[in-house]
């Protein structure tokens, strides 16, 4: 059975960064997503990927502060988090698409991961 495994969240200030990475247990030809849920608040689309690390998208909030990327040899994608604020508290998931394109909507994934947590002090 294939899962998704996350790891790198934390406790951090305002403005550091963090490296978030999600290891797949096999390697599949699929986009791969970040998504994460604030206390009280629906789950929310974070970033996604293709394959073949094309086309790259970004929800408005983290355009410009979070790069995801991808190691296809090694089953893992990333999730660079930079000048973190307070508000990207959350819970992160990573997730795995249905098709081989980056995708924004949840319905667009068919395996995720448990999550790591994400705490940004001010």
């Known amino acids: 059975q294939v899962h998704l495994v996350e790891s790198g969240g934390g406790l951090v200030q305002a403005g550091a960064s963090l490296r978030l990475s999600c290891i797949a247990s096999t390697g599949a030809v699929r986009g791969m997503g970040w998504f994460r849920q604030a206390p009280g608040k629906e789950r929310e689309y974070v970033a996604s990927?293709?394959?073949?690390?094309?086309?790259?998208v970004y929800a408005d909030s983290v355009k410009e502060r979070f790069v995801i990327s991808r190691d296809n040899a090694k089953a893992t994608v990333y999730l660079q988090m930079n000048n973190l604020k307070p508000e990207d508290t959350a819970v992160y998931y990573c997730?795995?698409?249905?098709?081989?394109?980056?995708?924004?909507?949840?319905?667009?994934?068919?395996?995720w991961g448990q999550g790591t947590q994400v705490t940004v002090s001010s």
């Open positions: 990927v293709g394959y073949s690390g094309i086309g790259p």
């Open positions: 997730a795995r698409a249905r098709f081989v394109s980056a995708a924004r909507g949840q319905n667009d994934y068919d395996l």
